[in-house]
């Protein structure tokens, strides 16, 4: 286990944590202000990925897709939002959860009859193909660099988009109460759908980032969405600086774990336990890890304040 | 206090459960044995979640986890050759509670919007332990050879024995879980959900109370598990998929919450609906979404908020 090893798979770590915050940002995002719980946030990945699949395929270009792909989830997203959540916002949260449960068959379903069961494995342009050089003896490939830094940009634009702009202090005043919001002549249910919106393309960028990684496949989003959720129980709902932090955290562990548990395992008990022990604790860790942050603090990492 | 109408309603019910074989077996017709069966097995699941979601306000979105444990509990035993039902199902059930009762201890400390996360979160945790176990199968689940063994009293193999064991079974959950919500203990339980300041005020802790009916309903949905890995005959990790889990919830919530007799019949018409559209296309779940998303929005009372004798609440 050498050192460059350990860096690349840090790297990983970072690379999957970065896909982890764009999709919890959008979800603690809505829940923070619309106070609605939206399990069909996976599904705005997963219509992502594809769409950036078949418009990179229709026109391709991977840059050109991918722009597509955006546009595509967002007008997925408010779609979804106008025609189906809008009546759920006053609804509690069992009634959210089943409904967007719906919206989860329903998006599964009908990219399978649009592209079949199979996954989808795209290539990358040449550009993006090739590694860089970290140091002597460790090789990265560009594209998962390429992936952490727009995620960091990302995060970047976010914090100044809410902190610094005024779409970003309505939708701070929408969090702490949105009936004054409306009071003082806000148009409330357009800031909503705006900011699902805005959510639904965060969620369609992870997801056409994670096309050339992982497979797309009909499914894929509730891979992520359960440890995004993970993400978002460690970090306290409804913080962007708790998504971060959390989805570093758990896009680090989730990846060493996977890459060293066994290993590691190997030495101190028999190899052939580990080999059986190891997948299967590595796949448990993140939820072990819940479960001690939230014996230390229930609301999690960063609870949003006056909630 | 059963009023007219709900002695009748039950009667009734009992009535069908009791003569659907020989109906079925005078048409020839053993599928909608099987359909039953697997209805009333998930009546049980569908009561177990009913005592903490409808009565305790748990909004659990991981009862599956249960599901898969009684399964394994029993699948494993087969495997080695352990096949007495004494041994199994007391054994799922416990290992079912046991498992709620950590789940359970972790997850009551939250509420709202955190629990449904942290209960459906760790039943995930539970499914990837089936899924890389590979010496029960991993991934593909392994077959159970044979059925649980109950020294010659009731034989699981022949069909129509098995059934009425479920129905008995059914009607014993559907009794207790009633008789838990009407007792002191379910009092405390409802005085939690609706005003957690209040109770805790008037000198009740809920946290143990709570965690009590978790494990119950744990226990209980264990059962369900050890009784449908003998239905299918086999287990795989897809019995705590967490689309169980929202299958299992939306029973509980398209019959009625905190009704007797809504978990019943929400399993009826999800999994009558489920069979009907399946066997027209290949693509039900298409059609299955938007159906759930609509009674969400438009029958907020239930099923059995419009039985004959249904209360109000």
């Known amino acids: ?307 | 206090m059963p009023s007219r109408a709900r002695v009748l309603f039950w009667s009734a019910v009992v009535l069908l459960l009791v003569l659907l074989p020989p109906v079925v077996a005078a048409l020839k017709q053993p599928f909608y044995l099987d359909l039953v069966r697997r209805v009333m097995i998930f009546a049980i699941a569908a009561v177990s979640l009913n005592l903490i979601l409808g009565y305790g306000g748990m909004v659990s979105f991981g009862h599956a986890a249960y599901l898969g444990i009684g399964g394994y509990v029993v699948g494993i035993l087969a495997l080695y050759g352990m096949h007495s039902g004494w041994l199994q199902w007391p054994l799922a059930i416990g290992a079912s509670a046991l498992a709620a009762l950590a789940i359970g201890a972790v997850s009551i400390r939250t509420s709202g919007i955190y629990f449904i996360m942290i209960t459906l979160a760790f039943t995930q945790m539970l499914y990837y332990l089936g899924v890389s176990l590979e010496v029960f199968g991993g991934d593909d689940g392994m077959r159970i050879k044979t059925r649980s063994q109950f020294s010659g009293l009731v034989d699981l193999a022949d069909p129509v024995a098995f059934y009425y064991l479920v129905l008995v079974l059914m009607l014993g959950s559907l009794y207790l879980v009633d008789r838990l919500a009407n007792s002191r203990f379910g009092m405390v339980l409802r005085a939690a959900k609706s005003n957690e300041a209040r109770s805790r005020a008037i000198g009740l802790s809920p946290y143990l109370y709570r965690l009590a009916a978790f494990v119950i309903a744990g226990a209980l949905c264990g059962l369900a598990g050890a009784l449908l890995a003998n239905h299918t005959a086999y287990i795989t990790p897809d019995f705590m998929h967490w689309t169980r889990s929202g299958e299992i919830m939306f029973m509980v919530i398209l019959g009625g919450v905190a009704s007797s007799a809504g978990p019943l019949l929400g399993a009826v018409v999800l999994l009558v609906v489920e069979t009907l559209l399946a066997g027209w296309t290949e693509h039900w779940q298409v059609i299955l979404g938007p159906l759930l998303i609509l009674s969400v929005i438009f029958f907020r009372r239930g099923l059995a908020g419009a039985l004959p004798g249904a209360r109000n609440g």
């Open chain 1, 1 to 307: 286990m050498t050192f460059g090893l350990v860096f690349e798979q840090l790297l990983n770590g970072v690379q999957f944590g970065v896909m982890l915050f764009l999709m919890a940002a959008g979800l603690t995002l809505v829940f923070g202000i619309m106070n609605m719980v939206n399990l069909a946030h996976g599904s705005l990945y997963m219509v992502g990925a594809y769409l950036a699949v078949a418009a990179t395929a229709w026109t391709g270009n991977f840059v050109l897709g991918a722009a597509l792909g955006l546009a595509g989830a967002l007008l997925v997203g408010m779609a979804v939002e106008v025609v189906a959540l809008r009546t759920l916002y006053e609804r509690d949260h069992l009634d959210q959860v089943l409904a967007t449960f719906g919206l989860i068959l329903f998006f599964n379903e009908l990219v399978a009859i649009v592209w079949g069961r199979a996954a989808l494995y795209t290539s990358l342009p040449a550009w993006l193909q090739g590694h860089v050089e970290l140091f002597t003896g460790s090789r990265y490939p560009i594209y998962r660099g390429l992936v952490i830094v727009v995620g960091l940009l990302v995060a970047v634009a976010l914090w100044y988009v809410v902190t610094r702009t005024r779409i970003g202090m309505l939708i701070r005043a929408g969090a702490s109460n949105r009936t004054m919001v409306a009071a003082l002549g806000v148009n409330i249910r357009f800031l909503y759908t705006v900011v699902f919106g805005f959510g639904a393309v965060l969620a369609g960028l992870a997801g056409l980032m994670a096309g050339p990684i992982y497979a797309v496949q009909p499914g894929m989003g509730e891979l992520i969405l359960i440890q995004v959720f993970v993400v978002i129980v460690i970090g306290g709902i409804g913080s962007i600086r708790g998504a971060l932090v959390g989805a570093l955290v758990v896009g680090i562990v989730d990846t060493l774990g996977r890459a060293f548990l066994k290993p590691l395992l190997g030495t101190v008990i028999s190899p052939t336990a580990a080999e059986a022990a190891g997948p299967a604790l590595a796949s448990m860790l993140i939820y072990l890890l819940m479960a001690v942050v939230l014996a230390v603090r229930p609301e999690g990492l960063f609870p949003s304040r006056g909630r």
